[in-house]
């Protein structure tokens, strides 16, 4: 996996992926683009969500949508790594197993999502719920 991060000006850069996906992040003083940690938050989301969708996918659940509400807690000193993240997933479907759900999250949790192990190994409490939605 490769990237490549470029200055643009005073505290904005664009980040781009090595799959040739671009994002701009910016530091907050003019809020034209995402923060750094932002993106390690919806990072650890998207990864999980990716999996929690393809495992209810595979196990032939009706999912109409789902979505990951995300809340990460960080010191008011610096560094300020997170410490913890709260994830809960909202899965919208028809009669869609609360077994199956939960076996997604937690297979997500504990096995497939390297962006949330890597983050638990480093110290971060990772805490996971889950909605379910019928439509």
């Given amino acids: 996996m490769q990237g490549k991060v470029t200055w643009v000006d005073e505290l904005t ?8 996906n671009s994002v701009v992040m910016e530091g ?3 809020n034209n683009g995402i923060r750094p940690m932002e993106m390690i938050l ?5 990864c999980a969500s990716y999996d929690v969708v393809s495992i209810l996918q595979k196990s ?11 809340n990460g807690e960080r ?13 809960k997933f909202v899965v919208r479907g028809r009669k869609v197993k609360e077994t199956q759900v939960k076996r997604a999250v937690e ?8 962006a949330s192990i ?17 439509v």
């Fill in 60 to 70: 032939r659940q009706e999912v109409i949508s789902c979505h990951c509400e995300l």
């Fill in 28 to 30: 907050g003083r003019k």
């Fill in 42 to 46: 919806l990072g650890v989301g998207g």
């Fill in 75 to 87: 010191p008011d000193e610096t560094p300020s790594p997170f410490t913890r993240i709260e994830m």
């Fill in 107 to 114: 297979l997500s949790a504990d096995k497939y999502c390297s």
């Fill in 118 to 134: 890597m983050l638990k190994n480093a110290g971060v409490e990772i805490v996971h719920s889950y909605r379910i939605e019928e």
């Fill in 13 to 20: 850069f664009v980040g781009e992926a090595g799959s040739g």
